[in-house]
């Protein structure tokens, strides 16, 4: 059983073993990597719970979810007002449960890591209440709406925290149009987040889920940019929320990058994502995965996962520099991924098909990453780039840019008046959906002050 | 290993550990394999007049914790349900074929001379080494006139413990109910009567939860609940208090006490044994776990004396009782304080909300520089409750360290604030 970071990662059927899944297990690689606690491991998780008081694990969540309130209710056997709970910090607690990084976030803080080193399972707690209130479609929704201030917002982008406005906003009593670019809603949710986190198609009931609490419209294929101007949105409605995400990724910057098979790591997950059995994804049989992120890690493990023979992640410095985190980096070894470090492509190679990537070993020389002049090859037949997203300025005039991100106050408002942003556009903490959530719900508690005043 | 023999009301026992009588001692196939497991004795279950009584289905309900660890549980189970002939004997074939372990016979009949001598005699013909008088059964037969219904009346007591003794030459054990106002009473009464030992406590009358959907009190019969007799971990104080008040009262500490009332572990029974106890009886705790429990009980109990060189259970049997007093005689001028040792603090906040909130304002939690918390204790503030030093998590993390104090040993009767001060001498 090996034990990451306080996670038994033998819990999920999918990743013991070998780490090689075959063809006819793929459609099971793709259960849930952090299977659903039963009501005994909640009790006796829930319990493991000190209360504390003033609770790091507080702290360190984006959200600030009372922890310790939520897993006190738990263990009273009240995991519906424990979802509660949650929900009323983060309306999207059960993706939260499901996709953050716990293990950097609440979990890292807990205090139950001092002196036994494994943290409460705060996640898989999180998510057990989640589902526990979700599962009873017969309950209303279980916030109300404050007196309608007969306010219209329009809100940009139906990710995280696109929706997360939405739903604050609404629930402060004021009417709002969520213009959406795609045909489906959820952002990241529904087209990012790895397959085996995100199961059942949960992404959709989630926002079926927030919908609930009323006064929330949304248009679909309706794009910012494209289909709709700032200027119209600030005509009218009486405030705007942008939450756009990063729209672009960037390129490698080689020959031959637009070669059959080399893919965007990005567009291979959605497309993932959307394919029903996953079985009928098409997978190369040598990849090779460019990145040090956890879309990186995220596409390495999937692509294995489909039943290619051998997955390759390049980065081009070492372990610690990398973005994923250490749970990601060992999940991606228990799964058979072949990490290499210190090497960056230098061309891709093809003879009418593509055959593999040729890299050059890199070393840090003052502080300064340069290659070493020493190369090597690998072959492949497809290449995923996980090389970073960048925000799709062109959509977005009206506002100002600095750094690739939409420069905002501290009251989510831009250089705009009138329309706020939050999410990965922005830079407020990490890129991470709990992040936006708290952007979005933030963004909203501000336009309602906004509002007030103006 | 340690000697864990012991005499209690002039019978030997192999070790200071009975099972009270009670379901694990019902009927011979239960008690066989509890003398194999290693129990000293047992307590048969209480035997009654003929025609044996009827039990109800749905008997016990419980007291959880959170983690559904049981603390105690409550029951409504009458004595023995099975004809009196068929227990008297398989305690014959019990005695026979163990010897050297002890069985005490449990007894309860209406308040009538013949009935209890009659009964007496019968069960001390079956080779019992002891008869217990069960005057304490807080449901069912109290509405019959017996259990509790007698235990309560301190008259009463005294008449049926004198009439079995009379009836029959071997010990008797007045088993006493704690619900009562005054355990001293029942003691003195059951002495009166002519008592060789007192058993105690019996189940504390209870009502233990309540079915939220039905809104009936379990154990539930039918759509009804009636009260029932807690036992179990959480009786423990009540019954160590009643166990030290005989002991420690002239007029009733030459009793002998059978000690009984949540022990759960070795270091139970040896409290109850400190207390007063010169041995003990155990029921839930097999309930819960099986006759095994005796395992921990023997061993915990003789590596203990190992450890602190006692080579016979009468060396310690007691050892607490002159420690007993009362309030009024306690050192006013004695301070102690709660000390925090910050490389075990794992920084959960409880000592500080809790002392914050409800008791004396005494610890103080500072932000450092790198965002990790320190508890310090203010001295002036902390008023030596303890309250921290229970409620932390960890432990030895918070100690109470006693203040070094030229002041005397002053009791409140001396105190200077004491308006009704007996002026000293
Ligand atoms: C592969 C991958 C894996 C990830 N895994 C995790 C993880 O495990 N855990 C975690 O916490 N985070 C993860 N993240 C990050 C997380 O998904 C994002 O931080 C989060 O989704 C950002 O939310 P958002 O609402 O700002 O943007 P998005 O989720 O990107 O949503 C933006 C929405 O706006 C729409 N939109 C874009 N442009 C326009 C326009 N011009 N007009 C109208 N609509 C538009 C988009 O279609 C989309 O629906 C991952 C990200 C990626 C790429
Ligand atoms: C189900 C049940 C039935 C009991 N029946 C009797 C009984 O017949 N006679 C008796 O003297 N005590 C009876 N008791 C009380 C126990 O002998 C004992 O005094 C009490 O349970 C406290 O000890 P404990 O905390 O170790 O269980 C019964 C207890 C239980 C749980
Ligand atoms: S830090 Fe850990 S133990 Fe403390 S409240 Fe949070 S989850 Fe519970
Ligand atoms: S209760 Fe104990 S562990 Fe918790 S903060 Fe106080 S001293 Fe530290
Ligand atoms: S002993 Fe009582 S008063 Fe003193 S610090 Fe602890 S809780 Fe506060």
Redesign the pocket.
Known sequence: MTILQGKQVSKSGAIQGSGHIGHNDTDDGFSDLHPAYSTLQAMAESNRC?Y?YDAPCVTACPTSIDIPGFIRKISTGNPDGAAKTILSANIMGGTCARACPTEVLCEQAC?RNVSEDVAVEIGSLQRFAVDHLMARDELPHPFKRAPLTGKQIAVVGAGPAGLSCAHRAAMLGHDVTVFEAKAKPGGLNEYGLAAYKMTNDFAQREVEFLLGIGGIRIEYGKALGRDISLEALRDGYDAVFVGVGLGATNELGLPGEAFDGVDDAIAFIEQLRQTEPKSDMPVGNNVIVIGGGNTAVDAAIQAKRLGADEVTLVYRRGAEHMLATEYEQELAKINGVVVRHWAKPVAIKANGKLIGMEFEKTELRDGKLVGTGEKFEIRADQILKAIGQKIKADDLAGMEIAGGKIVVDENYQTTASGIFAGGDCIKSGEDLTVQSVEDGKQAAIAIDAFLKTA | MADLSCKIAGIDSLNPFWLASAPPTDKKYNVVRAFQAGWGGVVWKTLGIDPPVVNVSSRYGAHHDQNRRLLGINNIELISDRPLSVNLQEIRECRKEYPDHVIIGSMMAPIEERAWKDLAQQIAESGVHGIELNLGCPHGMCERGMGSAIGQVPEMVEQVTRWVKDAVDIPVFTKLTPNITNILWSAEAALKGGADAVSLINTVNSIISVDLDSMVPEPMVDGKGTHGGYCGSAVKPIALNMVAEIARTPETRDLHISGIGGITTWKDAVEFMALGSNAVQVCTAAMIYGFRVVDDLIDGMSQWMDDKGYTSVEQFTRAAVPQVANWNELNMNFDTKAV???D?????????I?CEDTSHQA?AMNVKEDGH?E?VVIDEECVGCNL?YH????PD??TMEPVKTDKPYMTWPEHPLNPMRQAAE
């Open positions: 000190l504390c205090v | 925090i040792n910050p075990n603090c794992i920084e959960c906040g409880r000592c500080h809790a610890i918390r508890f921290c409620i932390c998590p960890v993390c918070i």
